[in-house]
């Protein structure tokens, strides 16, 4: 079977930053056709800079990485240096990236790609604020059919928020963007925090990263030790959320993930509530499914193929 040709839409962070070194450890099921960036847990600077990072560290400085928007549609960023650091890449020192940011815009990179291929041929992976997917779909309505697939990374149901009682960061800081994609009529897989909550960065996960003895290894178990502080003292984990990885791992396996077609709706009017996606998981309402809501993963399976994917790196 030949590889799912992808774009990445992403906000490193350092579980983007594992996202990615999957999905470039895995030429066999995944081509990445470039990687655009947008703000979310940093600032739009340090999201393009950091996409590039992890693309030399994973010895793919040929991947094109795009800058996209700077800020939400209708809202003020927000961002999550509480969680990432203030470079967004904490706990590992990795050097600046020498590559360079392609002169297009990430939106339209997007769209002159998927106009580009033929229909049903291009996956989109979100794995920050839909800001990025949101624009090209109003500024180029054709595309949205030749999507393939959207899996992106965002949401919670019943383990509701993680930047406010009911709202997940990604939907939270551009909620109007997430309503224009849900909406779409794409064919949307959503990995929520019910799934990436049980992608924890055990210490024997932990232990395993590091004992692959190689720069990527390394850089791995110093981001995970980083990055799970957050969860850590919240939630009092057992190690970091894995969160926006579980969108590279379906796409390689996704037999480790199991949920339902459900509908979705984002809350974009009630500051209560802003960012909410409203998942009838119990389908009590009349609404159309629109999406693949995953709720549970095969969690050691899933550590397993991405320890022996990051030791192809
Ligand atoms: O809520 C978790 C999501 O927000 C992840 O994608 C993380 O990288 C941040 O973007
Ligand atoms: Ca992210």
Redesign the pocket.
């Known amino acids: 079977m030949s590889p799912r040709k992808i774009i990445i839409d992403t906000?490193p962070?350092q579980?983007?930053a594992v996202a990615i070194l999957l999905a470039l450890a895995s030429p066999e099921e995944i081509d990445v056709l470039g990687i655009t960036a947008v703000a979310?847990?940093v600032p739009l600077d340090l999201t393009s800079k950091n996409a590039r990072i992890v693309c030399e560290l994973a010895g793919k400085p040929d991947v094109p990485v795009f800058a996209g928007c700077d800020a939400p549609l209708g809202r003020a960023l927000v961002t999550?240096e509480h969680v990432h650091g203030r470079t967004g890449l904490d706990g590992p020192n990795l050097p600046d990236p020498t590559m360079a940011l392609q002169d297009t815009h990430g939106v339209d990179f997007i769209i002159d790609t998927l106009r580009a291929h033929p229909a049903n041929t291009i996956t989109l992976c979100p794995?920050?604020p839909l800001t990025n997917i949101a624009t090209a779909f109003e500024r180029a309505p054709d595309i949205i059919e030749k999507v393939q697939e959207i899996v992106l990374?965002?949401g919670a149901y019943f383990e509701v928020g993680?930047m406010t009682p009911t709202a997940?960061?990604?939907i939270y800081v551009d909620p109007q963007a997430a309503d224009i994609v849900f909406k779409s009529g794409a064919s949307i897989v959503v990995m929520p925090?019910d799934v990436t909550h049980k992608a924890l960065v055990t210490s024997e996960r932990n232990s395993a990263f590091r004992n692959l003895g190689t720069p990527v290894g390394t850089a791995v178990a110093q981001m995970t030790d980083f990055f799970e502080r957050f969860d850590k003292e919240k939630y009092g984990s057992a190690g970091a959320p894995l969160?926006?990885p579980c969108v590279t791992a379906y796409l390689i396996k996704p037999d480790l993930f199991s949920g339902r077609c459900i509908n979705v709706e984002i809350e974009t009017q009630s500051e209560l509530t802003m960012g909410m996606t409203v998942a009838d998981w119990w389908r009590v309402t009349d609404r159309a499914p629109n999406a693949l809501f995953i709720g549970d993963i095969d969690a050691d399976g899933f550590f397993t193929l991405l320890t022996e994917r990051l030791a192809r790196l």
Request: hydrophobic content about 30%; proline content about 0%.
């Open positions: 906000d962070g579980d983007d979310g847990n999550a794995l920050g990374m965002g993680n997940e960061f990604n925090l969160h926006d």
